[in-house]
């Protein structure tokens, strides 16, 4: 019998086909119970569900189906080749925000058209990489950050596609304040009142071309009324823009941020969603992109832990695990919640503060936490990792990167090897060249 499970809703008797459910009383993954990966491959490690990945990717391509569309997963979430492969294979595009990424895309089959550039801070070697690559477009963040892509492109003999990132400047409710980025102020995009000039600029030089208008307004977002109060205001500003004459814009970038759930929150509706955006977006004959990455693989990931130590100290349980803040960051710098059970059956019940072995008084994954009866050896199973998981790990106290496994159906491979200490020091000189000029 399968119960418990990723999915809110599916709980209880219901067999699932995909995601994590318990078999025999052992937490699975798909058909592979986490037991065996941890006993073959060892802790900590990632694990991802392609079921769940492929999943979220077709409800999301689906409900926006009433618009032209395109959905650009972005890799800054989880840029492990075996997803963005398997992204890939579905259709999506991507989103990249650095060179490095860019590179990863490239790799993982992405061809240019694919691929759409973004990022506050691009180095000029990265917009010439994006030109070079023949991205789709560029979403720039500055008037300075145009006229260095019109001589870039100049020198290419190209002309560079722009999409002007817009700061709409509507509120959002993010879980943190470290995730909104729309809010008047905000370090990102262009502010709502300059944008005309800047796309007045982009028409006018002669090696930049006008073709998008985005935004991205936060991450983890449940209310869909800010989402579409932005996009309310880009279609204003699109009206503008053709006032002026302007008549190359083809995309309406708007940007990722659904919210996905980590405890019992309800994620948002996307048929309603879509729902809201087809009166403001079909009258604009516009291509929307959205560049959403938690949704897509947020809920697919799972991290296996081990207990070493369990202790009590000052009146309180710890469980000390070996992983921490180095593997799974989001508890200590965001406040962030993810759920946490044993592998094995779980039985009885206690109250812990879940910790890992950095030295650092903030290294903890779980405060205070409810949870069945744990001890040393147990395994563990913290939820939710796919998005923001590995691609925030640390080697903080020379801490090698766990291992990313993939499963499908009743298989599961490595799909990065655990960091090595070697892998630590490669790049370490021990005889550094001494330089006086
Ligand atoms: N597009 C842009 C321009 C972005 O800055 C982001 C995320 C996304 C798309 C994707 O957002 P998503 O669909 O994943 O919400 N490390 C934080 C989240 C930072 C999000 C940064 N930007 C966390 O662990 O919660």
Redesign the pocket.
């Known amino acids: 019998m399968r119960s418990g499970g990723n999915e809110r809703g599916d709980v209880g008797e219901v067999v699932l086909t995909t995601g994590y459910a318990r078999v025999d009383g052992t937490l699975s993954c798909e058909g592979v119970p986490l037991d065996r990966i941890a006993g073959q491959v060892g802790t900590p490690t990632y694990v991802y569900s392609a079921a769940m990945v492929r999943d979220r990717y077709a409800r999301l391509d689906d409900a926006l189906a009433p618009l032209p569309h395109r959905v650009h997963y ?1 890799l ?2 989880n840029s492990n080749a075996a997803i963005l492969r398997l992204l890939h294979e579905l259709g999506a595009g991507v ?1 990249v ?1 650095s060179g490095g990424e860019l590179f990863r895309a490239a790799r993982a089959g992405f061809r240019g058209a694919d691929i759409v550039f ?2 506050v801070g691009k180095s000029e070697v990265e917009l010439a990489a994006a030109l070079d690559a023949g991205v789709l477009l560029v ?1 720039v963040e500055s008037e300075a950050e145009v006229r260095t892509l019109d001589r870039l492109a100049r020198a290419r003999g190209v002309v560079a596609p722009i999409g002007v ?1 817009v700061n709409p400047e509507v509120t959002v409710d993010s879980s ?1 304040r ?2 909104k ?1 729309g809010e008047k102020g905000a370090k ?1 995009g262009i502010p709502f009142d300059e944008v005309l000039a800047v796309a007045q600029l982009v028409s006018d030089l002669e090696h930049t071309t006008l073709i998008g208008l985005d935004m ?1 307004i ?4 449940f209310r869909l009324d800010p989402y579409l109060d932005g996009v309310e205001r880009l279609v204003g500003l699109l009206r503008q823009i053709r006032g002026a004459g302007i008549e190359t814009v083809r995309y309406l970038d708007i ?4 919210g996905v759930s980590y405890d019992d929150e309800e994620s948002p509706d996307l048929r309603r969603f879509v729902h809201g955006l087809v009166p403001l977006v079909q009258p604009t004959g516009l291509t929307l992109l959205m ?5 897509i693989v ?1 809920n697919s990931g799972m991290l296996l832990t081990r207990v070493l130590y369990r202790k009590h100290s000052g009146g309180r349980d710890f469980l000390v695990t070996d992983a921490g803040m180095t593997e799974l960051i ?1 508890p200590s ?2 406040d ?1 919640y993810h759920r946490i059970e044993p592998v094995a059956s779980p039985t009885g019940s206690m109250k812990a503060d879940v910790v890992g072995p950095v030295c650092e008084s903030g290294d903890f994954l779980a405060l205070d936490r409810e949870m069945p009866e744990v001890n040393a050896g147990d395994l563990l199973a913290v939820h939710d990792v796919g ?2 998981g590995y691609v ?1 790990a640390s080697n903080y106290n020379t801490r090698p990167r766990g291992a990313e496994v993939l499963v499908d159906g009743d298989r599961f491979a490595v799909v990065t090897a655990r960091e090595s200490y070697d892998d630590l020091v490669r790049l370490e000189l021990d005889h550094p060249e001494w330089r006086t000029s």
């Open positions: 972005t800054k979430a989103d925000v973004g990022g979403n990132r943190h470290y995730i980025t990102f991205h936060g991450s983890q977002l940007g990722g941020g659904l560049e959403p990455g938690r949704f947020g989001r710098h965001y962030a998005a923001y925030m």
